[in-house]
């Protein structure tokens, strides 16, 4: 099942594929999305990457927060989801 993880405090000079490199270590990237500010298309610093499994992403939150990326330390946290999960205790976005 495909699974949104959340990154933050990304470099400005961060792009998708050094992210789907970062990842692609842990599991299969299906797509990675830096967001950039409305209006002036600045990157915000953060972005989202669709994993292919759970399990895997679970494993990348576990590993990769507060990893270096181009000199950051990096916040992975699973994306919020609609769908109800219990009894794993990981961080959420909100």
Excluded at 19 to 29: A, E, G, S
Excluded at 41 to 67: Q, T, Y
């Amino acid at each position: 099942m495909r699974t949104q993880v959340y990154v933050s405090n990304l470099s400005n000079f961060t792009r998708e594929e050094d992210l789907d490199l970062l990842f692609r270590n842990f599991t299969k990237v299906v797509l990675s999305k830096l967001i950039n500010f409305r209006g002036t298309h600045h990157p915000s610093g953060s972005a989202f990457v669709s994993l292919d499994s759970f399990l895997e992403a679970c494993n990348s939150v576990k590993i990769l927060d507060g990893a270096k990326l181009l000199g950051n330390a990096i916040e992975v946290i699973l994306a919020k989801t609609r769908r109800k999960i219990s009894n794993i205790s990981v961080k959420y976005w909100s």
